[in-house]
């Protein structure tokens, strides 16, 4: 199938913009790549530093230098559901490298947080900016320059994106993303949604609540709901940097071991070693990243790869814009309905088909560059399969299928849940926004009310708590961006919203601070640039403003006359609450130096941007 015209044209567009930049980022992985393995070029000792606590087998492959060397980047910690799983990994990597005649060594770790359990609270606000500490990691861990190849450990919101970013510095490697896997389905997330609702009515107590929680979160792996992290993995399989059909095998399973071993002897056959020398920058390129963008569109994925893309791509060298997933959205459908877009868990979704099954229907409807290079040394014309394991425990492979197993989850390009993809880009007097348009109801597409103003999450709950927030209104929670306080996730605005929408009440939420994939069923405007701190037209707005949220159009605006719109002073706010404490005062400079939501909110290349 010859490729969509909308999406060449996207693709021709960002080439274009991104010419001399990647020309660039090309040139400097190119003269990292002319020394062969880097670790023949170091001094004796360095080299002696490097192998001192290995093995015999591997010392003595290490001292020669004419086997490949595998770094291994991992996020694990113990408390992490999803990076939980990777603490078997590395004895598992390394027993899979030897049996190649390779070695494998850890180069370093790097921090993994969890919205989950920083969310509503102060931890939230340096979540986003860990994106760049992981990256910042990622790259000390390679500094050695004693590999020759790479495999990252990776899974949840902003650690895939991190670890990507690291990973572009060091693109003449060969790298692969080597997933966890989800947890096993525990407490539909419909019923978890409903209890949450309860409990921010009063009517459920704390313990109810915390009951549902653990039976919704309750073993290792991913969470089941399609958020960031599970938006993370659908990417990085559209992309070609996993091996296909990764994404969603549950976590400790006999086939996640054998689709891990895979993943370590396709980067260990990538080497500049062998014969077929794939560097991950070189690999990935303007192609990849929009399959990544029709992706997220197609599958009602996350609003935070709005973001992440943007970052990402620009450690590559490559302009990605908003202007890109706009265009793009008319054309490809949405033909996923997982929760909160719908009731599925990620396991349901997988086993109506999955990414595999995306693929394959994307790529028929020429919506996907099936001649991008892969780890898997094909294009990714040959992703539209899924792994098994046959009656010996061997790693087989089988075709996509060609139905969706269960329609109320999955539908192919023809008989999409929405013609459209599921996130919208906004435009009007109050900036840029982004909205999650998925699991929305048609009749809530748009929204006009008056506005009500608040300066944090608590402030809306307390108005929610007093019963203060009565007919229909547009909530307008400002001085929540980047520069502000690290622009965290908003979550706790939506049970009370979702209580108020349920009663009647139109409502909406405008904000320049976050949402992310759970993103659910009250229209969010969110991400709104420029933001309040940096006198963004958010910071205009007053008390009962008129504010006009209309995802059909495609606009944002406040119903205000010019004239005295032009004339107003933004508000300011007292943010020093936000900026000490819980480590908060540590990330001063990233505030400082942070762009805009719409370059990425990145501390890294922003002239690229």
């Known amino acids: 199938m010859s490729i969509h015209s909308t999406v060449g044209e996207v693709t021709e567009r960002i080439v274009k913009r991104s010419h001399d930049n990647r020309a660039r980022y090309l040139d400097r992985i190119a003269q990292a790549a002319e020394r062969r393995p880097e670790r023949t070029h170091l001094g004796c000792a360095n080299q002696a530093h490097g192998f001192a606590a290995c093995g015999p087998i591997d010392k003595e492959r290490l001292r020669e230098g004419r086997t490949p060397n595998l770094g291994i980047v991992t996020a694990y910690n113990d408390m992490l559901s999803a990076h939980q799983p990777y603490e078997r990994f590395p004895p598992l990597i390394r027993e899979a490298a030897r049996e190649a005649g ?39 861990a390679l500094s050695h320059q004693t590999f020759d190849a790479t495999v990252m450990l990776g899974i949840c919101d902003k650690i895939v994106p991190g670890l990507f970013i690291g990973a572009a510095s060091f693109g003449h490697l060969p790298t692969v993303f080597i997933p966890s896997g989800p947890m096993t389905s525990g407490l539909p997330n419909p019923e978890k949604s ?11 107590s704390r313990d109810e ?111 990605l814009t908003w202007d890109d997933f706009d265009a793009l959205s008319p054309v490809v459908p949405l033909v996923a309905h997982v929760y909160p877009s719908g009731s599925a868990d990620v396991n349901q979704f997988a086993a109506a088909g999955g990414v595999p099954f995306v693929i394959r229907e994307l790529l028929a409807a020429g919506l996907l560059h099936g001649d991008i290079k892969t780890v898997w040394g094909t294009t990714l014309d040959a992703y539209a399969i899924e ?45 840029r926004a982004v909205m999650k348009t998925s ?33 229909d209104f547009v909530a307008v929670v400002r001085f929540q961006g980047p520069k502000a306080n690290g622009m965290p996730e908003l979550h ?49 707005i007053r008390e009962g403003d008129i504010i006009r949220i209309d995802a059909v159009s495609g606009t944002l605006a406040a119903l205000v006359d010019e004239k005295e719109w032009a004339a107003r002073e933004p508000a300011t706010a007292d943010l020093s609450a936000s900026h000490e404490g819980v480590g908060r005062e540590l990330f001063a400079p990233f505030r400082a130096a942070v762009g805009e939501a719409d370059t990425g909110a990145t501390v890294f290349f922003r002239s690229a941007a």
């Open 209 to 319: 609540l915390l009951a549902a929680e653990a039976a919704s979160y309750h073993a290792p792996g991913t969470c089941t709901f399609y958020g960031t992290a599970n938006t993370n993995q659908m990417v990085m399989e559209m992309m070609g940097v996993h091996i296909p059909g990764a994404s969603f095998v549950n976590a400790n399973t006999p086939l996640r071991d054998a689709l891990t071993r895979e993943g370590v002897r396709r980067a260990l056959a990538m080497t500049a070693l062998g014969n077929e020398y794939t560097p991950f920058g070189a690999m990935v390129d303007e192609r990849s990243f929009v399959n990544a963008i029709a992706g997220v569109l197609a599958t009602g994925g996350s609003t935070n790869h709005t973001l992440h893309l943007l970052a990402m791509s620009a450690a590559m060298g490559i302009t």
């Open 492 to 540: 706790k605005l939506l049970p009370p919203l979702g209580v108020l929408q349920d009663r009647g009440q139109r409502v909406a939420l405008l904000t320049d601070g976050r949402m992310s994939g759970a993103s659910g069923k009250v229209p969010s405007a969110i991400h709104v640039t420029p933001e309040a701190v940096a006198g963004g037209p958010i910071a205009r």
């Open 387 to 431: 792994p098994g394991l046959d009656a010996e425990g061997h790693l087989v492979w089988r075709e996509a299928a060609e139905k969706s197993g269960d329609e109320k989850i999955l539908r192919g390009v023809d008989q999409p849940f929405s013609v459209e993809g599921g996130i919208r880009v906004l435009d009007g007097n109050l900036g």
């Open 102 to 140: 390779a070695t494998a060594q850890v180069a370093g770790g790097t921090p993994a947080m969890c919205d989950g359990i920083t969310q509503g609270f102060e931890g939230m606000e340096v979540g986003l900016f860990s994106r760049e500490v992981i990256a910042l990691s990622t790259a000390v």
């Open 194 to 204: 409903r209890i949450r609702q309860l409990y921010a009515e009063g009517k459920v």
């Open 439 to 471: 699991a929305l109801a048609p009749e809530r597409l748009v929204i006009e009310g008056p506005a009500r103003i608040f300066h944090s999450q608590e402030a809306l709950q307390d108005a929610f708590k007093a019963g203060a927030l009565t007919g």
